[in-house]
């Protein structure tokens, strides 16, 4: 399994940016996909992003296209999210998922594919 631990939530107003960080540790990070998902308070957790092992596949929810950026730093066992644009409906608990038992090069969206989650940050959006 990989162990994970995010970082960068906080505060921040309405069209304000914020860049989420996720470190990993475990040999198999570089093979795994990555997602990121959130948890609003009385809804379910939902996809937000996801890319593949090496980075050049990415996958969006439709409400953060164009606005959210997901990337990944294997040297440095790393998976970021750009935030950008940021709305009040973002406000959430963000979590860091991977996805290492599956294929390397297929993004799924669903919670039940992913063996590892990080503890979570929060992210607040005034308005």
């Known amino acids: 399994q990989v162990q994970l631990v995010e970082s960068g939530g906080g505060l921040v107003q309405a069209g304000g940016s914020l860049r989420l960080s996720c470190a990993a540790s475990?040999?198999?990070?570089?093979?795994?996909?990555m997602g990121w998902f959130r948890q609003a308070p009385g809804k379910e957790r939902e996809f937000v992003a996801g890319?593949?092992?090496?980075?050049?596949?990415?996958d969006y929810a439709d409400a953060v296209k164009g606005r959210f950026t997901i990337s990944r730093d294997n040297a440095k066992n790393t998976v970021y999210l750009q935030m950008n644009s940021l709305k009040p409906e973002d406000t959430a608990v963000y979590y860091c998922?991977?996805?290492?038992?599956?294929?390397?090069?297929?993004?799924?969206?669903?919670?039940?594919?992913?063996?590892?989650w990080g503890q979570g940050t929060q992210v607040t959006v005034s308005s």
């Open positions: 998922a991977a996805d290492a038992a599956r294929s390397p090069f297929i993004i799924m969206t669903h919670t039940t594919n992913y063996d590892s």
């Open positions: 475990g040999r198999t990070f570089s093979r795994s996909v």
């Open positions: 890319i593949n092992w090496s980075g050049d596949n990415t």
